[in-house]
């Protein structure tokens, strides 16, 4: 078995050297070789199960910080995925809880001062790579660590600490974990303490559910002084369940294809890809009707003429929509984070990209987001009815240019540091109501 599971690391390996969009820019991120050795000492050593197998090949792929690359798991493996029941933050040399969700021992603002009897950055250094999103403390994520640790040492607010064993939770199903939009409306706010401010908290763009909220609030929304959209922790979605949004975004009447404007991305035909592509087009072919069967067909064509080609450059436009301009005086806050990506985080480059065009109105306030947006595509390889392999096949152009997010995210307007203060105070949503 251990000899299978190593079979599929290299198979792994080779789709992440030869197929991966992100070459040669992320290639200095790829720990292979220590890679490959923690492997053949664990399956020396009969350790090397089904857990340490996602364990290692998630971490292995962690390190390339692309937030697009995952290793699946069915439930056909023995092992599934797990949390440990609440959720942490770096600050200084402790990582602090900003959440609590099964896990009851723990309190919001405890500190975590030592995992299995380590300082955060000496357990880091005990890992191969750097499985935590890098080396900015801000930007770390360490969730998947704690949930992987034994114990931990927790410093609670009153000064007293406790050894405590770190217990599994299974994690909810992707459906299970989609948490609905809110809308809050709050008086006596701004710098003058005399304006109404509306807040819609976006969890995801999966489905239609923003659209649904903004319409249940359409007076709030229309008639506030100022609006925070708040998109910190999406990651799931579509950006054209994004768009009732964008109607909030902008001071005259704006086109989104003519904002963007005409965009270049390279997309890597490799044979590999150009057959897992097709076999994508082919499933929505099927599925398309008349009028859309046309279009899917041209790119079925398209990606057997490009096969075997490697990188070809395609040129990309947005929609054609046309987006009216939000009520006059009304100002829009967009609140964002390291965990902002995918359709929330396109939402960053749009207001970036309307603010330095003179129509934007929106001021990104937080810290900036996860940098997710260079690659793009999907492509999953199944390797037997337990594993699968997620990764992105095309790339933009300033990526390819080495000019790429990756790591860096989009800057917010108004930066507001995370200090361990945040576990009782939202300071960034402060920022935004007084600025």
């Not at 599994?168 to 948490?179: D, M």
């Not at 507001?416 to 949503?429: A, G, K, Y």
Request: net charge negative; aromatic share 8%.
């Amino acid at each position: 078995m251990a000899e299978k599971r190593e079979m599929v690391l290299r198979a792994v390996m080779q789709i992440l050297e030869e197929d991966y969009a992100g070459q040669p820019e992320c290639t200095s991120r790829n720990d292979a070789q220590q890679w490959l050795a923690a492997f053949a000492s664990a399956g020396k050593a009969g350790a090397l199960d089904d857990g340490l197998f996602m364990q290692y090949l998630s971490q292995y792929l962690a390190g390339f910080m692309d937030p697009n690359l995952s290793f699946e798991a069915s439930p056909e493996a023995d092992w599934q995925p797990f949390t440990c029941g609440f959720s942490v933050r770096r600050f200084g040399d402790a990582l602090y809880v900003t959440e609590v969700r099964e896990e009851v021992r723990l309190t919001l603002g405890d500190a975590l001062v030592l995992l299995n009897e380590s300082k955060p950055d000496e357990h880091l250094s005990s890992l191969i790579g750097n499985p935590v999103n890098g080396s900015d403390p801000e930007r770390q994520l360490w969730d998947e660590m704690v949930a992987r640790c034994a114990h931990v040492l927790v410093r609670h607010a009153d000064g007293t600490e406790e050894d405590i064993s770190i217990k599994r939770f299974p994690r909810p199903g992707f459906v299970q974990s989609l948490r609905p939009p809110t809308v809050e409306v709050l008086d006596g706010v701004g710098p003058d303490g005399d304006e109404r401010a509306v807040v819609v908290r976006v969890h995801h763009f999966v489905d239609d559910s923003v659209l649904s909220a903004m319409q249940q609030h359409f007076d709030e929304l229309a008639h506030a002084r100022r609006v925070i959209i708040d998109v910190r922790d999406a990651e799931e979605g579509m950006i054209g369940n994004a768009y009732p949004l964008m109607a909030l975004f902008f001071d005259r009447e704006v086109n989104l294809k003519d904002l963007v404007g005409q965009e270049f991305v390279y997309t890597r035909y490799t044979q590999r890809n150009a057959h897992l592509r097709s076999g994508q087009l082919a499933r929505l072919l099927d599925r398309s009707d008349a009028s859309g069967r046309e279009w899917v067909q041209a790119e079925i064509d398209h990606v057997a003429a490009c096969a075997g080609q490697g990188f070809v450059k395609e040129a990309e436009f947005e929609e054609d929509m046309l987006f009216p301009p939000a009520p006059e005086g009304q100002q829009v806050f967009l609140l964002t984070d390291v965990r902002t990506r995918g359709a929330a985080e396109r939402l960053a480059a749009i207001a970036e990209r309307a603010a330095a065009q003179g129509c934007g109105k929106v001021r990104r306030v937080g810290r900036a987001t996860r940098g997710g947006l260079d690659y793009a595509n999907l492509i999953a390889v199944a390797f037997d009815e337990k594993f699968s392999l997620v990764y992105p096949i095309s790339k933009t152009e300033a990526a390819h240019e080495g000019r790429g997010m990756l790591g860096q995210g989009i800057a917010p307007d108004v930066y507001v540091p995370f200090t361990s203060e945040e576990c009782m105070r939202d300071l960034v949503l402060e920022a935004a109501l007084s600025c």
